[in-house]
């Protein structure tokens, strides 16, 4: 009897659900757990519940069509890549200071 063995084919390539990649998961789950906080914070604050579903559809649907446009614009790694080039300086400034010093014999 031979043994089946199943190749993984998905290895080193990135998390992918839906179409978002890697760090673009943890984004969109982390904006609707503020999206979750702020409808509680409405609802216990008394605004009627059709103003707050309203609202918090509109600022999810911005949500997800935010971060959807990210990961279809920078791919995987290009968000980090983009932040890393933010801290890269515009352009470099020398300055030149020339000291000598006198040794007398």
Do not use: D
């Not at 982390?30 to 605004?47: E, T």
């Not at 999810?60 to 990210?70: A, P, Q």
């Amino acid at each position: 009897m031979s043994s089946v063995y199943h190749i993984n084919k998905g290895i080193n390539k990135p998390v992918e659900f839906r179409g978002l990649k890697a760090q673009y998961i943890w984004w969109l789950g982390i904006g609707l757990c503020f999206l979750l906080l702020l409808f509680a914070l409405m609802y216990i604050c008394g605004v009627p519940v059709i103003i707050s579903l309203l609202l918090i559809a509109i600022l999810g649907t911005i949500l997800f069509r935010y971060v959807y446009k990210l990961s279809r614009t920078h791919g995987e790694h290009g968000l980090m890549k983009k932040m890393a080039a933010r801290s890269i300086p515009k352009s470099i400034k020398i300055s030149r200071t020339i000291r000598c010093k006198r040794y007398t014999t």
